[in-house]
């Protein structure tokens, strides 16, 4: 089983419409993760990053951490065509600051006009 | 957001030369920086974490003395690929954590690597 898992993409949905991230991780100690988006030919910019369970909104973007189930997902509401891009799921490992971070392998979003 | 800077942004060189990529955390001190390689739709992978004034801790299967890592400060990390080979032409980026930023990586622009 992989660490970090996220949905099978690539995904598409129309302009206007919520897209739906998941992701799952296998190390039950894990304390924070991370949403990154990634556009074709660029370097990976942090979305948001969740410690508590529960939900964590920023403009458009909501985050979904949920440590019992190991699940942890990210929504897009209202998404743009700007939106289109890789969506990496990132568990940080071995405590704060030295800490790696394990990627999923990333969910590809298409949002089409 | 924090903000970590590479330079340069695209290098070409021949196969047998040396390359120095830097990465700068710009507005944060950076207790510890990573370098990633990434190849065409692959995802990225982690070559090797540095933390200032100390060596740096390489993954499995990377050679150390191929990519040479140097943290000399807080702001300031240096990859060096020597002897360059076709074979690691890659998209070089590097991240940053730390100071305020606490344990949330902030990864630079990155470094088109050819070697012809």
């Known amino acids: 089983q992989k660490e970090v898992e996220q949905n099978s993409g690539p995904l598409s949905v129309p302009e206007g419409a919520i897209a739906s991230l998941n992701c799952t991780y296998s190390d039950r100690g894990s304390q924070s993760f991370f949403w990154y988006r990634q556009y074709s030919g660029k370097s990976p910019e942090l979305i948001m990053f969740i410690y508590s369970n529960g939900d964590k909104e920023d403009g458009r973007f909501t985050a979904q951490l949920n440590k019992a189930s190991q699940y942890v997902s990210l929504l897009i509401r209202d998404s743009q065509p700007s939106d289109s891009a890789t969506y990496l799921c990132?568990?940080?490992?071995?405590?704060?600051?030295?800490?790696?971070?394990?990627f999923g392998q990333g969910t590809i979003l298409t949002v089409h006009p | 957001g924090a903000v970590v800077s590479q330079h340069p942004s695209w290098v070409i060189c021949k196969s047998g030369t040396s390359v120095k990529i830097e990465c700068r955390s710009l507005d944060f001190q950076a207790t510890t920086m990573f370098w990633y390689r990434q190849f065409p739709k692959q995802s990225l992978m982690l070559m090797a974490t540095?933390?200032?004034?100390?060596?740096?801790?390489?993954e499995q299967g990377v050679e150390k003395d191929k990519f040479l890592i140097n943290h000399a400060s807080l702001t300031l990390s240096t990859l060096t690929v020597t002897s360059a080979h076709p074979e690691d032409s890659s998209f070089y980026i590097c991240?940053?954590?730390?100071?305020?930023?606490?344990?949330?990586?902030?990864f630079g622009p990155g470094t088109r690597l050819t070697v012809l």
């Open positions: 540095s933390n200032e004034g100390s060596k740096a801790t390489y």
């Open positions: 991240s940053a954590t730390g100071d305020w930023v606490s344990d949330t990586q902030y």
């Open positions: 990132a568990v940080l490992t071995g405590g704060t600051s030295y800490g790696k971070l394990t």
